[in-house]
């Protein structure tokens, strides 16, 4: 029962990973983009937890927290470009 | 063009500390499980990143005062001394060697010249990574 369970909820994040694909590439804007990409990284970060229940196994944890992370500091890049144009300032502006 | 970013800053405050010590513990757990010294040095270098995104390359430069093309030559300085240093034992280059020592507190520990290479790796791995990442993402002069 609960393997069917799992495995019903892994193909339902591959079909939410497929679907917020479309909006990375149809995306009118560039912050439908950023957050398209984020939440690809937060169903891609469930599916990696779901997959190591399902193999009884804790050596997908540090994955999953690098992933995390990536996804954490991706976004945060993105949304400065967005907002600024310029990824590292050189100099304080404050 | 003055913009309020307290939030990140707060934010980043705390999770750099997190993400370094992420980084020194996939560094150490590498001898015996997934991690090692590639792992450990990108996730390092990915909080560094998160710094300079936060704040600006002045203010880091204060607070983390290295050059990061220094940083990468140690790294390959340490990595391969280490393979250097096993031929003076009439073996072959790069060879490495450890053992097990009984620590008070530790218990049975692993001791090995591995652990020394794996640093090398990983300064290697921060001082690269940041010195890319600097390089592509400064703006124009001007």
Known sequence: ?94 | MKINDVILRTVTKAVVFIILTLGVYLFFAGHHAPGGGFIGGLVLASGIVLLYLAYDIETVHRGVPFNFKKVAAVGVLLATGTGIGSIFFDVPFLTQTGKYITLPILGKTSFSTVTLFEAGVALTVVGTVVTIILSISEEEEG
């Not at chain 1, 990973?17 to 169903?43: C, E, F, Q």
């Not at chain 1, 193999?55 to 994955?63: F, G, N, S």
């Open chain 1, 1 to 94: 029962m609960i393997d069917q369970i799992l495995m019903l909820a892994l193909a339902l994040f591959s079909l939410s990973i497929a679907i917020t694909l479309y909006r990375v590439i149809k995306g009118p804007s560039m912050p439908d983009r950023a957050i398209a990409l984020d939440t690809i990284g937060v169903n891609l970060l469930s599916a990696i937890a779901i997959v190591s229940i399902v193999l009884k196994t804790k050596a997908y944890l540090e994955a999953i927290l690098i992933l995390g992370i990536l996804a954490f500091i991706g976004t945060i890049a993105f949304t400065k470009y967005i907002e600024r144009g310029v990824v590292v300032e050189r100099k304080s502006n404050h």
